[in-house]
């Protein structure tokens, strides 16, 4: 019995489809360009070779001139190739790198090296900068790997992509240990961020203590991202403390979330510096004081009070505040008044700059804009590349920052203390 039923094809895996759709999408110019690219660097090589021996492949030395001394080249001999597999944003290609013995002074031979192709070069840089500018731009390893399979032709690993990014660390600890007496800091805003990491084979939440200073020209600068184990005083202090010891001269103006750590190292190291409390983490803190049902009240009031136009409205509605919740909750009044002038420190400030100096929202800013960009890691491989991958986040322009609203007029003077807390 013949049996006339057919069979439909069995389609492959995703992987498959997509790597046999990206096939189909040629372009002869990339094709001719890349054909092209190991002989551009084999003639490179060559001719740095030839330009030390000053003679080309199979040509006699020249006669040494006695009046020109040095005209000839340096005396050596060729001995060779050597195969070397160079990967580049052209993909990866094997090249013949010629090989040399140079005379020496000594009457010895040394290896000529070429300057071009370093040793034990296996990547370009341009392939570096792309590699380690796809993780910084928020993705993981494996990611990184398929997401680059078609520019390197699948010859990026999630391996070679660590490596690559190992290669950041120096920059960083030139970072860290850059000088900071040429600043022009007026101004710092401090905070923490918790991140996950990998400790001891377990996933651990720790804390980055991040220092953000503004220029007097209004432009804000990552100081400090460093791991001290937690938000303690004593921890805090050994940021400020590294900060002070490489140059960092006293600021005009700081803001901080109100934490009691960075509050008591601050006291010690600058305690007649103003200081302000962010007035977000503040409005955070009252309604944890209130029941859910008098959250949108509280929030009215509070914001009613804190944008107000001048520092004697804002005086009028803080003792309207008070009178009116010691009576509704007075865990919110004394919340309130737990913060004391702290929190209205930016009246002292021109009115252009309130916007600024209120919050410490440049800073969690960058705290949102990292997470995000972690968010396909889920668990850092360590709590040094936690910090370094935030600095990198700013040093290779992933992420920007602008001016801090009102810089025009930084230079100003802060005027005296005009909110009266007598209520």
Not at 143 to 167: E, H, I, M, Y
């Amino acid at each position: 019995m013949t049996n006339s039923s057919t069979k439909l094809p069995v389609l492959g895996s995703d992987a498959e489809i997509g790597v046999g759709l990206l096939n189909e999408w040629f372009d002869p110019i990339e094709a001719c360009l890349r054909d092209r690219v190991r002989e551009l660097i084999q003639t490179m090589i060559e001719s740095e070779l030839e330009a030390v021996l000053s003679r080309p492949r199979y040509a006699r030395r020249p006669k040494a001139d006695p009046e020109n001394y040095g005209a000839c080249g340096v005396a050596g001999h060729r001995h060779g190739h050597r195969s070397r597999s160079l990967l580049g944003t052209f993909g990866r290609v094997e090249i013949a790198v010629p090989r040399a013995r140079l005379d020496t002074s000594e009457g010895k031979t040394t290896e000529w090296k070429s300057k071009a192709l370093r040793a034990y070069q296996r990547r370009t840089k341009q392939a570096d900068s792309l590699i380690a500018g796809a993780y910084l731009a928020g993705t993981n390893t494996r990611r990184v790997r398929r997401a680059l399979a078609a520019v390197f032709g699948g010859a990026v690993s999630k391996d070679t992509v660590s490596r690559v990014w190992r290669k950041v660390k120096a920059d960083w600890d030139a970072w860290n240990a850059r000088p900071l007496a040429e600043e022009p800091i007026v101004r710092l805003i401090l905070d923490g961020t918790v991140v996950r990491v990998r400790l001891d084979r377990k996933a651990t939440s720790i804390v980055l203590l991040v220092v953000l200073g503004v220029r007097e020209d209004g432009q804000k600068v990552l100081l400090a991202v460093k791991n001290m184990g937690g938000e303690t005083s004593q921890a805090w202090r050994a940021v400020l403390d590294d900060l002070v010891k490489r140059g960092l001269r006293q600021p005009e103006f700081l803001i901080v979330d109100g934490g009691t750590g960075l509050e008591q190292a601050l006291a010690a190291l600058w305690g007649d510096v103003p200081t302000q409390r962010c007035t977000v983490h503040k409005h955070r803190n009252l309604l944890a004081h209130a029941p859910p049902r008098l959250h949108d009240e509280v929030s009215a009031d509070y914001n009613d009070m804190i944008y107000a136009a001048s520092p004697a409205e804002i005086e009028q509605r803080r003792r309207a505040f008070l009178r009116k919740w010691r009576l509704k909750c007075k865990a919110v009044a004394d919340s309130l008044e737990e913060a004391g002038d702290r929190l209205f420190t930016f009246t002292r400030l021109p009115p252009s700059q309130w916007k600024s100096a209120r919050t410490t929202n440049a800073i969690e800013r960058l705290h949102e804009e990292f997470k995000r960009r972690i968010k396909t890691q889920t668990v850092l491989p360590s709590a040094e590349t936690a910090a370094m991958l935030f600095w990198a986040l700013l040093a290779s322009g992933q992420i920007t920052m602008r001016k801090v609203d009102g810089w025009q007029s930084l230079t100003q003077k802060l005027a005296d203390k005009p909110i009266d807390l007598a209520a």
